[in-house]
Each structure stands twice: as structure tokens, then as C-alpha cells.
């Protein structure tokens, strides 16, 4: 106990450790004056105002490393971070005051050993030291009674939380019910009507049929979220024609990537080594009689075909067995032959041509190249230039008049994916941009600047009947093609229920025997396996798709299949519900605790902290 107690301890060290640095990058963003000094009272602990200001960043630059943008305060109470990390602080402020209250802490020499253990404090010689010590906790504003205080209360809480969920245990029969319910099987017997089974196709669906399955039918024909979006973009494409490239300069860049253009003939090779000339000549003798492969060989040698893959080589990379190799047929093993490693056998998968590209078949590739390279440049110089101009009030259409950039409009929504949409950064920014957002210079990845503007916001919506009409028509020929399936398929089902003989049918029927909920089966609904599930014994049942019906019969309700993948699953299982049962009891250990503490909130004190960002 005490042993996996002082481990856990040592486990929250770093996570706090972690979490200062973390939440304390860019500590000091904050100017809070006055005398508020405390967000909360927690019995008799309290929660400061540096506390809440360092979670409330972590909260915040947790959300920024997920997005990859700056979240605004305005934001943040959008998202609840605010409450988020006050109510963090309170439950932990409850748990300390609990702690205080049992009388539990740990000793000066335990928390001196959890200190110097800590590599951030280590100096090069790999022992504790103290300048290194006070510098990291300066770093994130922290002095080090502060740090001691907070580790101090950290081991306390470890303490305790360790001999609350320590040996907890779930009920087994909770872990056999879910275990069953994992591993149930059944057999079934499936036959398919298709599109095939009708004897004439659905006729086309007349105007006041259409416009009856739109009215009854409107949730299945709307449009996404739209942002209209005006933006100006400039693109090395849009610069090539204007950008000199330079004779001399093309050489240069045929010379520098004369490897690329002058590639000699080469060989896709393995090559098998030995320890001497004998067990080579042996190897290579069990191959001409039929006594092995060379797969076998490998294997032999306790190693892998990747282990001996040289990939293409050229008569440079084999020295002395360059000739034989390259005179080999593919799929030849020839050898032994000499190499660095000793004697080796040789066997050529492939052949690769020598590609010489003169200079001139070149050229056209390598001034494109080059243009487009020095137009980035170019695009890169102006960027500065042009977000001066948003900066200074230009508008986009006034950008497009007085610079080189385009200005386009798009109905933009997340499956855009066509012209600048198709950009990454294009689409993260019309995601985030919001209305009365100023534009400003953002870069795509081939180097193209673009800004944008929203112009409006429409919300999901009803797509127009007109716009819809062939896509309503089609689905109403689906739906209806569906009913006459299912129409064939009750046929059948009565008489399937009176002699049971599938092939009577005439429909092309399958047998499936002990599957579980999770088997794939194609051609299916993605409700089929749930749908045999619930069925009884002997039932049969018409389970609807998409242009077919399927009608099935359960044969066989099969116990779990008693093998090892099961058993690791109930072992997993079991781990998991402990830890959750755990979890929970401990959640309600902290609330207990902070019912019993009375928090009281200083609304005002965080109302001044959350202003002052």
C-alpha cells in the first residue's frame, strides 16, 4: 500500500509539474491590481487569484493546441472555461480542506526526496540543484514555498485518494452480463430480394407525387450551414506569366539535381548473407534440387524480408557481384557471391530502366519550377504591404483594384471542397471567421496570401423544391421501389412460414452460423445484426434496405464461444468498470467533501480577473 501510494504520489508530481508549466506559459498576460487576493473560501482553504488565473490559461491554451487558433475571454465563457476551471479549483480547494481536517501529510523528508527527484531541478551532474530549482519555479511565477505548499497538499490528496478507491472492486455478474452480451451468437438463415425480383420497374413518379414526397419528406432535403463569403487571393499561378527566369539559373538546377535526370540502370534486389562460402554454396544447392525456397532460407536465418531488402541498387552499390546480378532474369537467385557481408545470395525482383532526361525535356519543368518558387517569394515580400492596407481600412474589393489579387465570392460550408476551398487553410478560416471580423492576410500551403470577409450566415435550412426536384424524384422511385420488395418479401415469408424450404423461393438465400452483434456482413443495413438479435427462435422477419429486402430466419441462439480473445475482453472489461466504480466513488468522496466545506464564490473578484484578459 504504502509502496503504490509513494508511486502514485510521484505520478501527480509530474502531472503537476506538467500542468504549471503548461498553464503558466505566458503567465503575466494578466495585469490584475488591487487588494483581491482570493476567487473563493473553501472552508478553511482558498482558492487565489494567481490559482485561478493559471488554470484558467491551461484551460484556455488546451483549447488553443487543439484548434490552432487564439481564443478570446468572450469565447472561453462560450465554451464554459471559465466555470470549468473554478470548479476544478473548488473540488481540489474541498479535497485539501478535508486532508487539513484528518490530519494527513506527508513528512519533510518525503517531500524533500519527491523534490530532488524531479529532473527539471537536476543540474548537469544529474543531482539536485538549487539555482536551477529556483530558476524553473521563477519561470512560472511561483516561489518556492508556493511550489512546496502546493506539492505538499498534491501527496496529501494522493494519499487519500489512494486509500478511498484502493480495492475496489466491480460485482462479477455485472462484468458476465456485459460478457455475454458481447459474445451472444447466432445462427440465421438470410435470403435476398432484389431489385431483380420485380417484375417491372417503378413507373416515374408524376409532378404532384414529386412535390407530396417533398412536403412529407423536407428533413431529408436541406442545405448545411452556409457562410456567403467574399475574398481576395493572389497566387503564384496567377504571377507565372510575369516572373523571368533566367537561362543560366535553370542550369544550375539541372546540374544541382543531375541525380534526379541522369539515373543509371538498376536492379530491385535482395540479398540473403552467410557465414562462410559452405553454407552459402549449400543454400544455393537446396534451391536447384526443389528442397526449399528462398523465403525458407530466410527464415532459416531467424530474419524477415524486409531484413534483406536493398530496395534498387545500381552496379556501384553491388562491387564484384554487379555482372551476375545484372545478367539475372527476374525472380533468379544467383550466388554465392561476394558483398560486404560476406558470401550472399542475390535474388532480382525487378528491373529499372537508365532514365536519362537531357536537358532540354527538362527545361519546361524546372523554369515552372522556378517561376513558381520566385512568385512565392514575391507573394511573400507583398504580404506585408497588403495587411498593411487591410490594417488601414482597405477594403477587399479596393485590395482587388489597387493590387495583383482576385477577388472571388463563395456559399461556403464544411463539405467545400471545390476551387480555394479545397485549401486547408482556407477552410480553417472561414470556419472561425465571424460577422464584423476585420480581414487580414493568411497564408495557404503553396504559398498563395488570401483574406476573406463574411458576408452572411445562413442556417441550415430546407433546400428550394426546385433546385431539389431530381434528387426528391429519385428518392421517391427508392422508396417506392422499397415497399414493392417489402410487398415481395411478406409474400414470401407466408410462404417460407408453412414449409420453411428457403429454396422453394427461388430467392438466393445464405447460411450464417454463430455470429456475434459485431460481425460485418455486406450488402446489409447497418441495423441488420441488431435487428437478428432481437428476434426469437424459429421467427421469421423482413428487414428493410436500400433497394432490397431481407428476409431472415433465426435458426440457433448460441451461447459465448469460449476462447481466448473472450476472455481477454471480460479481462478488460473487469479493469475497466473497477476503475470507473472507482472513479465514481471518489467523485462522490470530493463532493461529499465540498458540500461539507460551504464554497463561497467571490463573483466580483472573478468578474475583475476575467476582465482584465
Do not use: C, H
Not at 412535390?211 to 428533413?219: G, K, L, M, S, V
Not at 481477454?568 to 463532493?591: E, K, P, S, T
Amino acid at each position: 500500500m504504502a509502496a503504490g501510494t509513494k508511486s502514485l504520489s510521484k505520478t501527480f508530481v509530474w502531472i503537476l509539474m506538467g500542468l504549471l508549466m503548461l498553464g503558466l506559459a505566458g503567465f503575466g498576460a494578466v495585469n490584475l491590481s488591487g487588494t483581491v487576493r482570493t476567487v473563493a473560501q473553501v472552508g478553511n482553504e482558498s482558492v487565489s487569484v494567481d490559482t485561478y488565473v493559471r488554470e484558467l490559461q491551461r484551460e484556455i491554451r488546451a483549447i488553443e493546441a487543439q484548434t490552432g487558433q487564439p481564443l478570446q475571454m468572450s469565447q472561453a465563457r462560450e465554451l464554459g472555461l471559465e466555470q470549468l476551471a473554478l470548479s476544478r479549483l473548488t473540488a481540489l480547494a474541498a479535497l485539501d480542506n478535508e486532508v487539513a481536517l484528518l490530519g494527513i501529510s506527508i513528512g519533510d523528508e518525503n517531500l524533500q526526496e519527491d523534490i530532488v527527484s524531479i529532473p527539471a531541478f537536476q543540474g548537469v551532474n544529474g543531482t539536485f540543484d538549487r539555482e536551477t530549482y529556483r530558476f524553473q519555479l521563477e519561470q512560472v511565477g511561483m516561489t518556492d514555498s508556493e511550489f512546496e505548499s502546493d506539492l505538499r497538499k498534491e501527496s496529501s490528496r494522493t494519499l487519500v485518494q489512494g486509500a478511498v478507491i484502493s480495492g475496489v472492486r466491480m460485482p462479477e455478474t455485472m462484468t458476465s452480463i456485459l460478457t455475454d452480451y458481447i459474445g451472444a451468437r447466432r445462427s440465421f438463415t438470410v435470403a435476398t430480394v432484389g431489385g431483380d425480383a420485380l417484375s417491372e420497374p417503378v413507373a416515374e413518379p408524376t409532378d404532384a407525387q414529386v412535390q407530396t414526397f417533398y412536403d412529407e419528406n423536407t428533413d431529408q432535403f436541406t442545405l448545411p450551414r452556409t457562410k456567403r463569403l467574399t475574398y481576395a487571393i493572389l497566387s503564384p499561378e496567377m504571377l507565372l506569366d510575369t516572373v523571368e527566369v533566367d537561362d543560366d539559373s535553370l542550369r544550375r538546377l539541372y546540374d544541382q539535381r543531375s541525380a534526379e535526370f541522369q539515373q543509371p540502370e538498376r536492379r530491385l534486389v535482395e540479398r540473403l548473407n552467410f557465414p562462410n562460402e559452405d553454407a552459402a554454396n549449400d543454400a544455393k544447392a537446396q534451391l536447384e534440387v526443389g528442397g526449399t525456397t528462398f523465403e525458407r532460407l530466410v527464415q532459416d536465418r531467424e530474419l524477415e524480408l524486409s531484413d534483406i531488402d536493398l530496395g534498387d541498387v545500381t552496379r556501384d552499390d553491388l562491387g564484384d557481384a554487379a555482372d551476375a546480378v545484372f545478367a539475372a532474369e527476374v525472380d533468379a537467385v544467383v550466388g554465392p557471391l561476394p558483398s560486404v557481408f560476406g558470401p550472399a545470395l542475390f535474388r532480382i525482383n525487378g528491373t529499372l530502366a537508365a532514365n536519362n532526361v537531357p536537358f532540354e525535356e527538362a527545361e519546361p519543368a524546372l523554369r515552372e519550377e522556378l517561376a513558381s518558387d520566385r512568385a512565392r517569394r514575391l507573394i511573400e515580400a507583398q504580404s506585408e504591404d497588403i495587411n498593411d492596407m487591410l490594417a488601414g481600412g482597405a477594403t477587399l474589393e479596393e485590395l482587388a483594384g489597387e493590387t495583383e489579387m482576385e477577388l472571388g465570392q463563395i456559399d461556403w460550408t464544411r463539405d467545400s471542397a471545390e476551387r480555394v476551398a479545397a485549401y486547408d487553410g482556407f477552410r480553417t478560416a472561414a470556419e472561425a471567421v465571424r460577422e464584423g471580423d476585420f480581414p487580414e492576410v493568411a497564408f495557404l500551403e503553396d504559398g498563395s496570401i488570401f483574406a476573406l470577409r463574411l458576408n452572411e450566415e445562413l442556417p441550415q435550412r430546407p433546400e428550394p423544391f426546385e433546385s431539389a426536384r431530381d434528387r426528391v424524384a429519385e428518392a421517391w422511385r427508392q422508396a417506392e421501389t422499397n415497399k414493392a420488395l417489402q410487398a415481395l418479401a411478406n409474400t414470401a415469408v407466408t410462404q417460407l412460414a408453412t414449409d420453411g424450404d428457403f429454396a422453394a423461393t427461388g430467392l438466393p438465400f445464405r447460411v450464417e452460423n454463430g455470429l456475434t452483434r459485431t460481425a460485418f456482413l455486406e450488402d446489409v443495413p447497418a441495423s441488420f445484426m441488431a435487428d437478428v438479435f432481437a428476434m426469437d427462435p424459429g421467427e421469421l422477419r423482413v428487414i428493410g434496405g436500400s433497394g432490397t429486402a431481407l428476409i431472415v430466419r433465426l435458426d440457433e441462439v448460441l451461447p459465448p464461444a469460449e476462447t481466448d480473445e473472450l476472455r481477454q475482453v471480460q479481462q478488460a472489461l473487469a479493469a475497466q468498470m473497477d476503475q470507473a466504480l472507482a472513479q465514481n466513488i471518489f467523485d462522490a468522496y470530493v463532493r461529499d467533501a465540498q458540500t461539507r466545506a460551504r464554497p463561497v464564490i467571490d463573483q466580483q473578484a472573478l468578474n475583475a480577473v476575467q476582465s482584465s484578459y
